[in-house]
Nanobody
Framework: QVQLVESGGGLVQAGGSLRLSCAAS????????MAWYRQAPGKQRELVAV???????NYADSVKGRFTISRDNAKNTVYLQMNSLKPEDTAVYYC?????????????WGQGTQVTVSS
């Protein structure tokens, strides 16, 4: 089991920055991948960024060059630095942890944090 708690959302003007944090209840080195997803009203949840234990990262095309995912293993925390924010980035952002071995993938989710970008 993994509990995830997000923080850092809020209201920001277009062009501004926010940093989201996700604190995990257990050591993130034991978690295969940590990711950020977002869901805008009336849209499906989409992957924003993922950090795979071992160091590789991947980003949605819409955020490449603007968002950066990072992690602090000592604090069991993953971050999403969001720069040059656009109104279309407005969504609820969810932290996700994926735990898998030889069996099924287990997904754990945080409660979500609202990000609103005004034009």
């Amino acid at each position: 089991q993994v509990q995830l708690v997000e923080s850092g959302g809020g209201l920001v003007q277009a062009g501004g920055s926010l940093r989201l944090s996700c604190a995990a209840s257990r050591g993130i080195l034991s978690i295969n991948a940590m990711a950020w997803y977002r869901q805008a009203p009336g849209k499906q949840r989409e992957l924003v960024a993922v950090y795979i234990t071992g160091g590789s990262t991947n980003y949605a095309d819409s955020v490449k060059g603007r968002f950066t995912i990072s992690r602090d293993n000592a604090k069991n925390t993953v971050y999403l630095q969001m720069n040059s924010l656009k109104p279309e980035d407005t969504a609820v952002y969810y932290c996700n942890a994926k735990v898998y071995g030889l069996g099924p993938i287990y997904d754990y989710w945080g409660q979500g944090t609202q990000v609103t970008v005004s034009s």
